[in-house]
């Protein structure tokens, strides 16, 4: 049976023998896309999360855009792991008043670290020091946006995410290092 015919039968009634024939057929595909991204992905099971993000495809696959179900597989893995890439690297945040988690890139664990040793160890530059503040000690429930902080200190939003940005890495630097 061919793929088209198992999508097919996918989208028209969910069959589940279509679905484990075209998981087992594609399935080397999947494991070598995610096999890129894993070591910048944390807590993301991808051989639990296979039958699902199978299905997902075969329901959005359109046959009549020109391409095979491989390289559309491939592109949704890819694009997958991408975003959950972005979603965990845009995961510093702040726990309450005094702490501010972050996490490493090479690290499974996150970093705590609270407000004194931030102060401390961005001594140097006051800027960095009140941009961060600004955006993790804010006393609100949501982090500040970058706009937000740049329209306070009076600079583009761009200089405002960079210092921050460098701040970020300077925090994990200290951290990673001790």
């Known amino acids: 049976m061919e793929d088209k015919d198992l999508i097919k039968k996918i989208k028209e009634s969910n069959d589940n023998d279509s679905l484990l024939k075209i998981t087992a057929r594609h399935i080397k595909i999947y494991n070598f896309v995610c096999a890129k991204y894993k070591k910048n992905i944390r807590d993301f099971d991808f051989e639990l999360e296979a039958p699902l993000f199978f299905y997902n495809c075969a329901k959005s696959f359109d046959e009549n855009k020109n391409m095979k179900f491989s390289t559309f597989l491939a592109q949704n893995a890819r694009f997958m792991c991408l975003k959950l890439i972005k979603k965990q690297s845009c995961a510093n945040k702040f726990i309450n008043d005094e702490i501010l988690c972050l996490h490493a890139d ?43 902080i740049a329209k306070k200190h009076n600079l583009s939003t761009m200089f405002i995410k960079t210092i921050h940005d460098n701040s970020i890495k300077k925090l994990k630097t200290k951290y990673t290092h001790e």
């Open 106 to 148: 090479d690290k499974d664990e996150p970093l705590y670290v609270n407000k004194d040793n931030i102060n401390n160890i961005l001594k140097d530059d006051e800027r960095a020091r009140n941009i961060i503040e600004s955006r993790y000690f804010s006393g609100t429930v949501k982090p500040k946006t970058f706009k937000e």
